[in-house]
């Protein structure tokens, strides 16, 4: 090994060495600058315990891990590719001496699904763990079952510069924590936060001059995303008071590999550098030169919403521990100072730590990883366990897309899509498009959605057309740049090209590997321009099939799914009959449809037949009142079709009818006063006896099927149902023995001394009770009782022009003392009428006076 400077992390190293060789687990938590990326798999390599057998160390991020790759490789005085080297997913530099690999993102999970015991690899490195990304998590939760089951001599070594370390010692199993401090500098921190409306790349601009002006060294400004990044850059490149000495350089994950070393490396002798970074300078890598550091405060993260079953790019506060890597920035060479573009109340608010990717992101590939592995989310040890109602969607979603069955365990094509190492909505379109001749333009379909557009600015906002994208992709030359007379070439980035030729190239070359038992039923790919552009919309929709849409009247788009959406701008591609979407910004009620296309309607009916439901549905028509039966032709929540049904079914129709009904029990019937009347009295007598059934309208209505279904059997009208007898149906839902027992405890009507029959009211507050003149109660001792003789009727008295003169529930306290007070104005009023003086002994009568006997 080259001799080089002393680290922090040579302190520790004998402690970590004993410690994986007692306990086969370690956590090592090291500040930034203590060298624990680089140095520790170099000092490990030639321990005893190791055998001969290699490291694989996990590297969040492709640029980092390329860069430790060399770094260490440089150590030993070798090439990269030797004893060290890297894979990433676009590239690969290892050969059979290789013993230190460093990965990234699903390479650690292919390798250990293709062999999970990992023969040959004696121990695993989890770097910068904090950043606690989704493969990470996945791949310490299979590393530690596969140590658990099959490989007790791996050994797992989790490092970080912030993490809690306690928690994660406990999830290996009591592991033991090695502290390291890192050689950090002291740093000043300057609250800067922007001016009210001011854009934030004004407010970066700004601070950056006033950086300039005030400190020497390079400065390292830290931006959402690739975006901001340009606009910045932009605005900075165009500010005369950045003197000549000054280089402006961007750093993201999509840049080309010199462009990154550019940002990274020292700065030309007598020149300083600005670089604009995303996250992905937070850590592990060195931006030589660096004293200065101005921080936007803001992260750009995928948030997976159960709710819609989308993923929203958003933009959001930065958290604490996000605030503090990158403020560690400016320290790690020499004294600095840290622009924080928010104020120190703003500050104390932040949150703690930043969420692990887990409880954020989509799942699908999580979920599709676990079933190749055979384990469930319970089987597996998590820092946290992925959340319930993601992990159903994500297993949802992959029965649509085939890659599991009804048990939910992977199915061959499952198996397929894992291999591919791509997202299992892009894996299931690349395995379909082969059959169909189209894996070429599917490979660069997929490239165009993962990876950044091909379009700058405005371009990208006007146009939501994957078949201009895809034309320009298809006619370009193998070197990446657009062919003259490309679509909108002059807008093109041709980096982005470059980048999106290079990875799709890849996945052709590996989807030809695996699919090779697939049969092309044409070959379109080498075919016809017309072919592929006009199976866009049907490979975008194998991607996100729940994204299928159907325009609608006014021009918005229903999809499959049951989502509404909209262009966010007028064109062409919204006139479509049918799209298939790719990107759609789901933040509000509606999304807005970012990246689409065009579904011929003949590709809906022949590759989503199968998946089509035809079904019969009988309606209650209000305005004609009569009930029609149609048949439905549905994708989802899609109406293809909506026909009259020629052939409906009796039952189909009744069940529909007694569904109105239910609805509208109190206007479809037809009740009259002595059906309501009947309803009433059961309703009296089972508030004292709950036996009664119970007649209400609620309750009628919420068992229509039991009582009325087998009186409208064939009936399909309103006006049929309005010549139904609703008193004899009631009759026999009440029963012949109790109708007799309702007719003696709840009468229709009382007989008064006169003879006549009143009628008993059953309804009001004051039921029952009957309103009946006075003289024809003359006689009449007791108030008359119902309801099991418990309550007594209320007696409306009447005058002899029917107007009321007392209301009384005891006719016999009546008799011996109102009645005598209300006689005298009787009597003044109606002078030829009978007022005895004994009315107990009066005989009753319905005219003026009794018949003289």
Not at 222 to 240: D, K, T, Y
Not at 270 to 273: D, L, T
Not at 615 to 629: F, I, K, L, N
């Given at each position: 090994?080259?001799n080089s400077q002393?680290?922090?992390?040579?302190k520790?190293?004998?402690?970590?060495i004993e410690k994986l060789?007692?306990?086969?687990r370690a956590v090592?938590t090291a500040?930034p600058?203590?060298?624990?990326?680089?140095?520790?798999?170099?000092?490990?390599?030639?321990?005893?315990?190791?055998?001969?057998?290699?490291?694989i160390?996990?590297?969040?991020?492709?640029?980092?891990?390329?860069?430790?790759?060399?770094?260490m490789a440089?150590?030993?005085g070798e090439?990269?590719g030797?004893t060290?080297?890297?894979?990433?997913?676009?590239?690969?530099?290892?050969?059979?001496?290789?013993?230190?690999t460093v990965?990234?993102?699903?390479?650690l999970?292919?390798?250990l699904?293709?062999d999970?015991?990992?023969?040959?690899?004696g121990?695993?490195?989890?770097?910068?763990?904090?950043?606690?990304?989704?493969?990470?998590?996945?791949g310490?939760a299979?590393a530690?079952?596969?140590?658990?089951?099959l490989r007790e001599?791996?050994r797992?070594?989790?490092?970080?510069?912030?993490?809690?370390?306690?928690?994660?010692?406990?999830?290996?199993?009591?592991?033991?924590?090695i502290?390291?401090?890192?050689?950090?500098?002291?740093?000043?921190?300057?609250?800067a936060?922007?001016?009210?409306?001011?854009?934030l790349?004004?407010?970066?601009?700004?601070?950056v001059?006033?950086?300039?002006?005030?400190?020497?060294?390079s400065?390292?400004v830290?931006?959402?995303?690739?975006?901001?990044?340009?606009?910045?850059?932009?605005?900075?490149?165009?500010?005369?008071?950045v003197?000549?000495d000054?280089?402006?350089?961007?750093?993201?994950?999509?840049?080309?590999q010199e462009?990154q070393?550019?940002?990274?490396?020292?700065?030309p002798a007598?020149?300083?550098?600005i670089?604009?970074?995303t996250?992905?300078a937070?850590?592990?890598l060195?931006?030589?030169?660096?004293?200065v550091?101005?921080?936007?405060?803001?992260r750009?993260?995928?948030?997976?919403?159960?709710r819609?079953?989308?993923?929203?790019?958003?933009?959001?506060?930065a958290?604490?521990?996000s605030?503090?890597q990158?403020?560690?920035?400016?320290?790690r060479?020499?004294p600095?100072?840290c622009?924080?573009?928010?104020?120190?109340?703003?500050?104390?608010?932040?949150?703690?730590?930043?969420p692990?990717?887990m409880?954020?992101?989509?799942?699908?590939?999580?979920?599709?990883e676990l079933?190749?592995?055979?384990?469930?989310p319970?089987?597996?040890v998590w820092l946290?366990?992925?959340p319930?109602a993601?992990?159903r969607q994500a297993?949802?979603?992959l029965?649509?897309?085939?890659a599991?069955?009804?048990a939910?365990?992977?199915?061959p094509?499952?198996?397929?899509?894992?291999?591919?190492g791509?997202?299992?909505?892009?894996a299931?379109?690349l395995l379909?498009?082969?059959p169909?001749?189209?894996?070429?333009?599917?490979?660069?379909?997929?490239?165009?959605?993962?990876?950044?557009?091909?379009?700058?600015?405005?371009?990208?906002a006007?146009d939501?057309?994957?078949?201009t994208r895809l034309?320009?992709v298809?006619a370009?030359?193998?070197e990446?740049?657009p062919?003259?007379?490309a679509?909108?070439?002059?807008?093109?980035?041709?980096?982005?090209l470059?980048?999106?030729?290079?990875?799709?190239?890849?996945?052709?070359?590996?989807?030809?590997k695996i699919?090779d038992d697939?049969q092309p039923s044409?070959?379109?790919?080498?075919?016809?321009?017309?072919?592929?552009?006009?199976?866009?919309?049907?490979?975008?929709?194998?991607?996100?099939?729940d994204?299928?849409?159907?325009?609608?009247?006014?021009g918005?788009y229903?999809?499959?799914?049951?989502?509404?959406a909209?262009?966010r701008?007028?064109?062409?591609?919204?006139?479509?009959?049918?799209?298939a979407i790719?990107?759609?910004d789901?933040?509000g009620?509606?999304?807005r449809?970012?990246?689409?296309?065009p579904?011929?309607e003949?590709?809906?009916?022949?590759?989503y037949?199968?998946?089509?439901?035809e079904?019969?549905?009988?309606?209650?028509?209000?305005?004609?009142?009569?009930?029609?039966?149609r048949?439905?032709?549905?994708?989802?929540?899609?109406?293809?079709?909506?026909k009259?049904?020629?052939?409906?079914?009796?039952e189909r129709?009744?069940e529909?009818?007694?569904?109105?009904?239910?609805?509208?029990?109190?206007t479809?019937?037809?009740?009259n006063?002595?059906s309501k009347?009947?309803q009433?009295?059961?309703?009296?007598?089972?508030?004292?006896?709950?036996?009664?059934?119970?007649l209400?309208?609620?309750?009628?209505a919420?068992?229509?099927?039991?009582w009325l279904a087998?009186?409208?059997?064939?009936m399909r009208k309103?006006?049929?149902?309005?010549?139904l007898?609703l008193y004899?149906?009631?009759?026999?839902?009440i029963?012949?023995?109790?109708?007799?027992?309702?007719?003696a405890?709840?009468?229709?009507?009382?007989?008064?001394?006169?003879g006549?029959?009143?009628?008993v009211q059953?309804e009001?507050p004051?039921?029952?009770y009957?309103?009946?003149r006075?003289?024809?109660v003359?006689?009449?001792?007791?108030?008359?009782?119902?309801?099991?003789?418990?309550?007594?009727?209320?007696?409306?008295?009447?005058?002899?022009?029917?107007?009321?003169?007392?209301?009384?529930?005891d006719?016999?306290s009546?008799?011996?003392?109102?009645?005598?007070?209300i006689?005298?104005d009787?009597k003044?009023?109606?002078?030829?009428?009978?007022?005895?003086?004994?009315?107990?002994?009066?005989?009753a009568?319905r005219?003026?006076?009794?018949?003289?006997p």
């Open positions: 090994m080259h002393p680290m922090p992390i040579d520790v190293l004998p402690t970590l060789q007692e306990d086969g090592l500040e600058g203590a060298g624990k990326t680089t140095r520790t798999p170099l000092a490990l390599l030639d321990e005893p315990w190791l055998n001969g057998q290699g490291i160390m996990l590297e969040p991020r492709r640029l980092a891990a390329r860069a430790a790759a060399v770094y440089q150590q030993l090439s990269v030797e060290v080297g890297y894979r990433i997913r676009t590239e690969s530099r290892v050969s059979a001496r290789t013993r230190i990965v990234t993102e699903g390479i999970t292919r390798m699904q293709n999970p015991g990992l023969t040959g690899i121990l695993i490195i989890f770097d910068e763990f904090h950043e606690r990304s989704l493969h990470a998590d996945l310490l299979l530690m079952q596969s140590r658990s089951i001599d791996l797992i070594l989790v490092m970080s510069a912030t993490l809690d370390a306690a928690a994660v010692a406990c999830l290996l199993e009591d592991a033991p924590v502290e390291c401090k890192g050689s950090m500098y002291p740093v000043e921190t300057i609250y936060p922007t001016r009210p409306n001011e854009l790349e004004a407010a970066v601009a700004r601070t001059l006033q950086a300039l002006n005030a400190h020497s060294g400065l390292l830290f931006l959402p995303g690739a975006r901001e990044i340009r606009r910045v850059q932009s605005a900075l490149e165009q500010e005369q008071r003197g000549s000054v280089l402006i350089t961007p750093l993201y994950g999509a840049l080309p462009m070393q550019q940002a990274i490396a020292a700065p007598g020149k300083r550098k670089v604009l970074a996250s992905i937070e850590s592990s060195t931006v030589a030169g660096i004293t550091v101005i921080d936007s405060g803001l750009r993260t995928a948030l997976f919403s159960p819609t079953g989308m993923s929203r790019l958003t933009t959001m506060r958290a604490r521990d605030a503090d990158r403020r560690g920035r400016a320290g060479l020499a600095g100072v622009y924080r573009l928010w104020s120190e109340a703003e500050d104390r608010l932040l949150a703690p730590a930043t692990p990717e409880l954020e992101a989509d799942l699908t590939p999580l979920a599709l079933a190749a592995w055979g384990a469930s319970e089987e597996l946290d366990e992925p319930a993601p992990y297993t949802e979603l029965r649509q897309l085939g599991l069955d009804a939910g365990a992977i199915t094509h499952g198996r397929q899509m894992a291999s591919l791509l997202h299992p909505r892009l299931h379109m379909r498009a082969v169909l001749g189209l894996s070429r333009a599917a490979c660069r379909l997929a490239a165009l959605l993962e990876e950044r557009d091909l379009f700058r600015g405005q371009a990208a006007n939501s057309d994957l078949r034309s320009l298809m370009a030359g193998e990446g740049s062919r003259p007379g679509a909108n070439s002059a807008d093109v980035d041709g980096y982005a470059q980048r999106l030729l290079q990875v799709s190239g890849q996945w052709e070359r590996q989807l030809h699919a697939i044409n070959e379109m790919a080498g075919g016809n321009t017309d072919d592929w552009l006009s199976f866009c919309g049907l490979l975008v929709s194998y991607a996100y099939p994204r299928i849409a159907r325009r609608r009247s006014d918005r229903l999809l499959r799914s049951g989502r509404g909209v262009f701008n007028r064109q062409l591609l919204g006139d479509e009959p049918f799209v790719a990107e759609v789901d933040e009620a509606e999304g449809i970012l990246l689409a296309a579904m011929p003949e590709h809906v009916y022949e590759y037949r199968d998946q089509m439901e079904s019969a549905h009988a309606d209650w028509d209000e305005h004609t009142g009569v009930v029609r039966v048949r439905r032709l549905t994708l989802g929540a899609i109406l293809l079709q909506d009259p049904d020629p052939n409906p079914t009796a129709i009744t529909a009818l007694l569904s109105a009904v239910a609805e509208q029990i109190d479809l019937l037809p009740w006063a002595k009347q009947l009433a009295r059961v309703e009296f007598l089972r508030r004292l006896e709950p036996s009664w059934p119970d209400t309208d609620e309750a009628l919420r068992h229509v099927h039991e087998p009186y409208v059997t064939g309103r006006s049929e149902l309005q010549s007898s004899t149906i009631l009759e026999n839902r029963g012949w023995a109790r109708m007799q027992e309702l007719q405890e709840a009468p229709t009507h009382l007989i008064v001394p006169s006549s029959k009143i009628p059953y009001g004051q039921a029952p009957v309103s009946v006075l003289q024809e003359f006689g009449m001792m007791e108030t008359p009782r119902i309801g099991y003789g418990r309550i007594p009727i209320t007696l409306h008295l009447l005058s002899p022009a029917s107007r009321p003169v007392q209301v009384t529930s006719l016999r009546f008799w011996s003392g109102t009645y005598f007070e006689k005298k009787l003044g009023r109606y002078p030829k009428h009978y007022w005895p003086d004994d009315p107990l002994e009066a005989t009568t005219k003026v006076r009794p018949n003289k």
